[in-house]
């Protein structure tokens, strides 16, 4: 079955206005969304709060979720089966920096960029890794994601960031990931509803509120860091325990 076009979707956002209890938190009261999706800690919520301040237009999405309708949920055509790597290995050639503030404002203008170029198919965009948790000290590449409705349908989402000045890196079953020519912007693409846009935000969400697992992940990256990678994906697949035992903690801590 053909999908229907953008003006068969409709988008809302359940929570958008309404009361928000005084329980919430003051980045929720600050930007009137009565379900927000992480507290932060008291020492780094004000700085966060203050550049989200800045850029009000839009700032709905970054705490609601947008719930799009389509009538088929059949992708367009079935997805690719194989890794492709554009430009093959590329050696790990930046260094850890201070959290710097000015990653929010990056991730605020590509959001807007994506925004204007994908309209509704993109249904969800966040600020993700690193750069995303005050105070974290990280690599200075803003990563983002985004959700679409059908992954397979590039010609909605993959042509038009090419056209905007994007450059493809990565495709693979389900995902596929742009970046800036710059390489300071790495944009990861995902359907609907993946476990994979979830397990990001809960890796995120937990970072910024628990100051502890904050600590243990800059200081493992630190330790990493003092070696030589000549492939970034051997150093990403090195944090891996790390990262999982994080994430086993954050699932614990949901559920309370």
Known sequence: MEPSSHSDRSCFCPQ???????????AARLLGCSRPTFT?????????????????LGHQEAWCKNVHVNDSDSPRRPDVTTVQIVGGAEPLSVTIHPYDDGWVGIFLEHRRTIRNVLGDFAIQIE???????????AKPIVDIVVAVPDITAEEDYLDPLLAAGFELRVREPGHRLVRTPTRDVHVHLYEQGAPAVDEYLLFRDH??????????????????????WDDMNDYADAKTDVVLAIKERARAAREI
């Not at 970072?207 to 030589?228: F, G, I, M, V």
């Open 207 to 228: 970072l910024r509120s628990d100051a502890d697992d904050r600590s243990l992940y800059e200081n493992t990256k630190r330790a990493l860091l003092n070696q030589r």
């Open 40 to 56: 932060l800690d008291a020492a780094v919520a004000s700085s966060y709060i203050e550049l989200l301040r800045a850029d009000r």
């Open 16 to 26: 958008r206005f309404g009361p928000v209890p005084a329980d919430r938190g003051p």
């Open 127 to 137: 600020h993700i890794g690193s750069t995303s948790v005050p105070g974290l000290a």
